[in-house]
């Protein structure tokens, strides 16, 4: 378990990314099959379309210690046994103009347990929400381990703001190796773009103990 929290720490932003760039794609194909059977049709955006807020997108800053986006209207504080990664290695990690690489932050013990976020402008996909968002995942996350099993989708709420929540576990050998990783898609829409988290974690209360970083600004 320590080698597969410690690969997951590593291979999470990518995977997260990929995620992402797949799902686009797939969406693209599955909303349109499905559009003579809508009054409107995906490519059609109208500000009604999205949760509304009055600040235009802008990516989030981070420091050594805070991640802040005034977008978001959220600040991610690292506890004193976290990490943060450098603006250039998120910028090295991104495969997709829509996918912004908005903060990764790791756990520096044993464990790897670490947090992504990410947001991914959704114009072409107006009607998706984060329930359609997830469910369009799952053939995405398949395809990044031998065997993955999935929990129930449900709600958390994070600063105050209610996130839908995917939680899984990969399977794969890697060198020989078993390996196994927890993780937990979060996603909430805002505007014309989907904010995204993935959590790297060993249970319940390493999930709180990452999502307690986040608080509310104004």
Request: glycine fraction near 6%; include cysteine.
């Amino acid at each position: 378990m320590k080698k597969g929290k410690i690969i997951g720490g590593a291979l999470s932003c990518l995977m997260l990314c990929g995620l992402l760039v797949g799902c686009s794609s797939n969406t693209d194909s599955s909303e349109g099959n499905t559009q003579s059977t809508t009054s409107s049709t995906v490519s059609t955006v109208s500000k009604n379309d999205f949760e509304a807020t009055t600040v235009p997108y802008e990516k989030g800053t981070i420091t050594e210690t805070e991640f802040t986006s005034k977008w978001m209207g959220l600040k991610y504080t690292l506890s004193d046994d976290m990490y943060m990664m450098s603006e250039e290695y998120l910028e090295s990690q991104s495969i997709s103009g829509k996918v912004q690489m908005e903060m990764q932050a790791i756990k520096d013990d044993a464990s790897g347990d670490n947090i992504v976020i990410l947001t991914e402008e959704l114009s072409s996909l107006a009607s998706i929400d984060e329930k359609r968002y997830l469910e369009i995942s799952k053939p995405q996350i398949e395809t990044l381990a031998d065997k993955v099993m999935f929990d129930e989708v449900r709600q958390r709420i994070v600063a105050g703001e209610t996130f839908y929540e995917l939680p899984y576990h990969l399977s794969m050998e890697i060198d020989g190796t078993s390996v196994t990783l927890d993780q937990t898609f979060l996603c909430k829409k805002l505007d014309d773009r989907m904010i995204c988290m993935t959590l790297t974690h060993s249970g319940e209360n390493s999930i709180n103990n990452l999502l307690a970083g986040f608080s509310k600004i104004s």
